[in-house]
């Protein structure tokens, strides 16, 4: 099943009543009992009543649309408007436990995050921006179908695990029956911390299947056991460049390169589709994962400090304990050729960025333009941004979409408020097919930000990530295998280091913004 129906109003929280009536109907068609219905439709009013307070001016005359999607595992309410820009790291933190008698702000937030499973916004630049609202049916999670025993991990029954019979391997789509088993062996391999949580629930991970939010490859030995498996996902269904991921392969079927081969059908089956690129982000404390992914030809164009919490482990990894925030590199495999793409490196990271795509065999040009040149191009006043914040990594995302005029007082203003939530990764990202890219990097590596690397797009609109860290890292810590890892490394290393490194005198940003 995956419906969809969408019902437009007027910004007026008099349509409530209706929109509450066309929550509860979709809900409970999709299945939910009428407590959850009831609490569905509250989580929609507040959405809506948050929309038509903030998004609109006094007296204002504009539409709302609510657009509710069904599917097999749940209902995603979608809150879209055209109305003025909006940015969540404003909400405030709301804490139940200090009473009444205060400011109420972020409580319409803290209701919502609290009756449904996931709430984000999606910006969709001049198309206005959207509300998602994400509730998922009951349904047995991993440990409702294994005992305790049967999902300890690999290591603690090392001794006990006797090898597969030699024999063949068949690779291919995973069919619904095996996905039980399939999210068995990642749970058996990562525990509970694997991003992406319906990887631990069998239904759900048949229903993203369905529909193509993610394609999962599986290894089947002879004997119609799941020997492995490994995943395409993430982004859009459409998107020509997608994560491969996922992978774990079953203790009795290893150290026969089985992991490699499968990671290699994925690759094929990926190009076959018509994909043009796969990234992966091996953790920096597993030199196998990065081994693997340059072997399948994978090469690291980012490296991202901090990114995950301390609290993550992998039971692969025997005995690990993080004594720091784990970071992670990049690495993009291009599928197929794309033509040549002019991008405006900033001067300063041109010769690192020159090298990177050398090493992809990427077609691209980093080209020159005069400041003066650029600064004569007509900016309108305000900046399109998108700024996600990841709760559970403690770490946010700004994409910045398109310039505006006071972009850099825009990209301080949401630094700083992200700060004071005390965010301890930030991300900022810059279209590196604009030459305003070029012309004001420097000012935000001036407030701090250090390159983190650049992440190929599709149609070469590829951008140049920074990072904003407010945790302590230890560079000693992070151990990576390829001269090109290690290049990334030191030269990120050097930038964290020095301050004069994020704060360039005028005599290094004037005249050309690329050299």
């Known amino acids: 099943m995956q419906d969809r129906t969408e019902l437009t109003i007027p910004n007026d929280l008099s349509y409530l009543p209706a929109i509450g009536a066309y929550v509860k109907a979709i809900a409970a068609k999709v299945g939910f009992s009428e407590q959850e219905t009831n609490r569905i439709r509250l989580a929609a009013d507040e959405a809506c009543t948050h929309v038509i307070e ?274 992670l590199l990049y690495s993009f495999l291009p599928l197929s050729t794309v033509g040549q793409n002019r991008l405006y490196a900033p001067w300063h990271h041109r010769a690192l960025l020159g090298r990177l795509y050398a090493m992809l065999r990427l077609d691209r040009e980093l080209v020159t333009t005069a400041r003066d040149e650029v600064e004569a191009q007509a900016l309108p006043a305000q900046s399109i941004l998108s700024t996600h914040v990841m709760s559970a990594n403690d770490a946010a995302h700004i994409e910045m979409i398109n310039y505006g005029r006071y972009a850099t007082s825009e990209i301080e203003i949401k630094l700083n408020e992200l700060c004071r939530k005390g965010i301890a990764c930030i991300h900022l990202d810059l279209p590196l097919s604009n030459p305003h890219t070029a012309l004001l990097c420097a000012h935000f590596e001036a407030m701090g930000f250090i390159i983190a690397g650049v992440l190929p797009k599709q149609d070469g609109q590829d951008v140049l990530r920074l990072q904003y860290l407010n945790v302590p890292i230890d560079f000693g810590q992070i151990m990576v295998v390829s001269d090109l890892a290690q290049t990334l490394r030191q030269y990120i290393q050097r930038q964290y280091e020095s301050t004069a490194s994020c704060s360039l005198s005028p005599a290094q940003v004037r005249g050309e913004v690329s050299n």
């Open 54 to 327: 903030t998004a609109f001016e006094p007296g204002e005359k504009n539409l709302l649309r609510i657009i509710c999607e069904e599917s097999d595992v749940g209902l995603r309410v979608i809150v879209a408007d055209t109305g003025m820009p909006f940015n969540p790291s404003l909400i405030a933190d709301y804490d139940p436990a200090a009473g009444l008698d205060r400011e109420l702000g972020g409580l319409g937030f803290f209701l919502m995050k609290r009756l449904m499973d996931e709430v984000h916004f999606v910006s969709k630049g001049p198309e206005g921006k959207e509300l998602h609202l994400i509730k998922y049916l009951e349904s047995g999670s991993i440990t409702n179908y294994f005992s305790d025993e049967e999902l300890s991990p690999y290591e603690a029954d090392a001794a006990k695990i006797r090898p597969a019979p030699p024999g063949s391997y068949e690779f291919r789509t995973m069919e619904p029956a095996e996905a039980i088993e399939v999210a068995k062996c990642v749970y058996k391999t990562y525990g509970y911390t694997y991003p992406g949580e319906h990887i631990y629930y069998p239904e759900r991970l048949i229903a993203m299947n369905e529909n193509g939010q993610q394609i999962s490859l599986v290894a089947v030995s002879d004997t119609g056991e799941v020997a492995g498996h490994c995943a395409i996902f993430g982004g859009d269904v459409n998107s020509p460049i997608r994560e491969l991921g996922q992978a774990a392969v079953d203790p009795a079927h290893r150290s026969r390169g089985l992991l490699t081969r499968l990671l290699q059908f994925a690759i094929d089956y990926a190009r076959d589709h018509g994909l043009v690129g796969l990234f992966g982000e091996p953790v920096t404390n597993h030199l196998y994962s990065q081994k693997a992914s340059l072997k399948l030809g994978f090469r690291e164009t980012a490296l991202f400090l901090g990114l995950i919490p301390q609290s993550v482990y992998f039971k692969k990894i025997a005995g690990q304990e993080l004594t720091q925030r784990l970071s």
